[in-house]
């Protein structure tokens, strides 16, 4: 929990482990969320991040898990967005169509599939197919789609991974319009701890597997922030100076950053 924000989702994953796995992948792993938070959750790879998504999307039913909202309602009951870690665009169906799919008769007919796909810049492609555009263009119509069922949750599995940075960049900026237009509670998985320090009010980190909460920051810095930044940079330097060794194993950026000998001496020219 947050200060005195009043908690919206309670997530309690007591294990989840894999058949035949020696060690489970996420074990005693519990935050709550506030409604409409941007939280982003930064975890060394193969920690169980998708795996918590899963969970969280009620993909996974096998994980010893409770996840609940406030009103009682379970992830099955409730509009969840997901963007998958890999781009999942139906290639037969045009991009407008890409969207509608996850829509009713009544939003189908209102447009709401043209209105979002507009929002995102895609006006002029509603009838193309997926293979007819760019990977920034298709993470853009995932976007949109995550968005079109008006989720209370909101989860991206790295959604901008292996983008060129200013492709990056202006899809980072479109999410937040987005996000700031049609509030929700969102979970953005990234490696990248600048990302994570742009976007969210909050981020939590995770340790290697079996996978639990290390680690659980407020981001107070004010909007819009911009990745390269002074603040940006700032907070990032601060952060790796508090928690420097607890934050060398978990991210692969990070841990890079930090260097793998503790010296306090020659932090700064490493955190630069
Ligand atoms: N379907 C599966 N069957 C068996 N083991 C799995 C399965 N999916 C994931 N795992 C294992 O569970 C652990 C967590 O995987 P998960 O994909 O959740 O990690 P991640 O943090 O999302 O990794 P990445 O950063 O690489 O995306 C890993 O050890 C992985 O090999
Ligand atoms: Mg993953």
Redesign the pocket.
Known sequence: MNGAVLSDLSIRVAE?R????V?P??AGLAFDLPARQFCCIV????????????ILAGLDRAARAEVRFADGSTPAATPIGYMF?TPRLLPWRTVRDNVRVVLDAAAVAAGRAERLLDEMGLGACLDIYPGQLSGGMQRRVALARAFAIEPRLLLL??PFVSLDQPVAEHLRGMLLDLWQRHPTTVLF?T?DLREAIQLGDRIVF?SR?P?RVILDVTVDLPRPRHAEGSEVDDFRRSLLARHRELLAGVAESVAGEVGATPDPSSMESQLC
């Open positions: 989840k894999y058949p035949g796995a060690e992948a996420i975890g060394p790879s193969g920690c169980g991040k998708t795996s918590l998504l899963n870690q599995d790295e998985v490696h995770l597997a996978s």
